[in-house]
């Protein structure tokens, strides 16, 4: 299940369930969103990405939604592994005088239950 | 080089000391940028440079924190009279372009330890 507190949000899940995670943001003029996944003692690594004209993108394995109405996105896994595990983080694109600036959410991390 | 490069990857430092942390992006890649993560949060932005130029500094927290890129491509963090909540993991990426039509990639990240 999913909780949420003072630690970091945790979604536990069992090999070959599929997972989604969530993430609300918070400007509604970003245009470009990102998921990254972060390993212990790495920095955060791209997964998919998707642009506000869109609302839903695959990749291998996972997908991304997109909703501007209440301005949430989410990741999906299928067929979770547990090489998956790690904190997953939504990032959108805040514009900075003609530039633009990941800005991130907090994380949710993903355990893998063998 | 292949990927963003930090270095050190881990440094010890006394409170008051001043220290520099070193970003060497991806060849090429004219964005960089300087985050830093507390431990259970995300990166939180500091410093973002296109080029040489410090295009948008915003996010660095006060006056002891200052970074440079004289050349436009290696950039330094810097960091003077180190406090202990200054301890965090300082994540450097880097883009071919400030737009947003560029993905980022992250380096290791420098694990600061102001003791």
């Known amino acids: 299940g999913e909780s949420v507190g003072l630690h970091l949000p945790t979604l536990s899940v069992q090999e070959g369930d599929n997972s989604i995670i969530n993430c609300a943001y918070s400007?509604?003029?970003?245009?470009?969103f990102i998921w990254y996944k972060q390993e212990s003692g790495k920095g955060p690594q791209f997964i998919i990405d998707i642009r506000s004209n869109m609302d839903k993108r695959q990749g291998q394995r996972v997908t991304v939604l997109l909703n501007k109405t209440v301005k949430h996105l989410s990741l999906q896994i299928a067929a979770t592994q547990p090489g998956d595990s790690a904190v997953y983080f939504c990032?959108?694109?805040?514009?900075?005088?003609?530039?633009?600036?990941?800005?991130f959410g907090r994380g949710t991390s993903l355990i893998v239950h063998p | 080089g292949a990927g963003v490069s930090q270095t050190p990857s881990n440094k010890v430092t006394e409170k008051g000391k001043y220290v520099e942390l070193r970003c060497d992006p991806i060849?090429?890649?004219?964005?960089l940028y300087w985050y830093r993560q507390s431990l259970g949060q995300g990166p939180e932005f500091l410093i973002y440079?296109?080029?040489?130029?410090?295009?948008?500094d915003s996010g660095l927290p006060n006056d002891r924190f200052f970074a440079v890129r004289p050349e436009g491509s290696v950039s330094t963090l810097k960091i003077q009279r180190t406090e202990r909540g200054d301890s965090a993991v300082y994540l450097c990426a880097s883009s071919l372009s400030g737009g947003s039509n560029y993905g980022y990639t992250f380096g290791s990240g420098t694990r600061l330890t102001v003791v």
């Open positions: 990032a959108e694109n805040q514009a900075s005088g003609g530039s633009y600036i990941p800005t």
């Open positions: 060849s090429g890649h004219t964005a």
């Open positions: 440079f296109q080029g040489t130029g410090a295009a948008d």
């Open positions: 400007n509604s003029a970003s245009d470009y």
